[in-house]
């Protein structure tokens, strides 16, 4: 779909969204797509820069819900095999990210052998930091400060029982029938610019992020990185 050469992109914010983008990447869906896909101006560019990110971030996805999700399954099946045998080098970085390990409580205690799936942050944070502002344009009918960022919680991360209880306060919105994707958004008073997002992913995946002042965002990830040392986290690890 073709608009208006004045809008301004979604991500970049320049004056050239000749195209529309998908919230979430319309490749996370199967045919026949749901008519109400939430789409943003976006300029072509952007639209197209982050389309292996994309494939990662779908790649994971399935991968988590291979057993729990038909949707996924059939994804899995259709979309990520075909791209493996295609390109083994997308394989292999996804499988050096996955490896047998002894999973532990958070606790610390011992719970059994499993395998962990780890995944490169960059790539999952590109597509969440698309998703989010994209959810945020569409909430605010306005691209975000460039003074904002976004920032998430590891995939899977554990929140206390008060949070999920206020998130369960929050209306739910559906993509389609809500299988493959649903929602909730939240803001907050004291600063319009901030946003909480909860987006679950084949019925089960619950991924938040949120918006924060670029300067605040810096010294959360200083710390992250003085702890970790390293950009890979797990899908059950914590921050
Ligand atoms: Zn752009």
Redesign the pocket.
Known sequence: MSMKPDQI?Y????K??TTRDHIPPSCLFIKPKPSDLITVP??K??NQYFSKDDEYFRALLVSLEINKSSAAEKIFEEKVIPAFDKSSRFLDRFLSQTKEAEIYSEGGIYLKDGVVIGYEVPRIENVLNKITKGIYYKEKGEILSSEYTVMSFPIDYQFPKEVIDYMNDIPIRYVGDGRIFAYRVCGMKDDNNIIYCFMFFYNSILVTTFTIPVKEAQEIKRKRKEKKGNDIVTSDGGI
């Open positions: 992109c991500l970049c914010g320049k050239n969204a976006s300029c560019d952007c």
